[in-house]
C-alpha cells in the first residue's frame, strides 16, 4: 500500500476579503476531489491572499497513486486565478 501527499503553497490573484478567498479556493478542492482524493485547504487561514492546499491518496499501486497526484498538480498549476509558488510531494510505501 502507498500513501501520496501534496501540499500546494498557493499565492492568490485579485482578492480583497477571506470571502472572495472561500469564493476562490472552494471550487478548487472541490475538482481535485473528483480525481478521487482528500483535499483541504491547510492552511494560512488568517491571509486573504495565501493559502496552503493538501491532498492526499492511498493506492495499492506505485503508478496509479504517482498519475493520480501528476492531474491534481498539473490542474492546480493550469488555473490562471492562482500562483502556485510551491508544492511538496511525500510518498510512503511499504517499506517506510
Avoid at 492531474?71 to 517499506?95: D, N, S, T, Y
Amino acid at each position: 500500500m502507498f500513501i501520496g501527499a501534496l501540499e500546494f503553497d498557493i499565492l492568490l490573484g485579485d482578492v480583497h476579503s477571506l470571502k472572495q478567498k472561500r469564493s476562490v479556493i472552494r471550487p478548487v478542492v472541490a475538482e481535485l476531489q473528483r480525481f478521487g482524493v482528500s483535499a483541504a485547504e491547510g492552511g494560512e487561514h488568517d491571509k486573504h491572499r495565501r493559502t496552503l492546499l493538501g491532498v492526499a491518496l492511498v493506492s495499492s499501486e506505485m503508478g496509479h497513486l504517482t498519475q493520480v497526484l501528476d492531474k491534481c498538480e498539473r490542474h492546480v498549476a493550469a488555473r490562471p486565478e492562482l500562483e502556485l509558488l510551491a508544492v511538496r510531494r511525500r510518498i510512503f510505501g511499504p517499506e517506510d
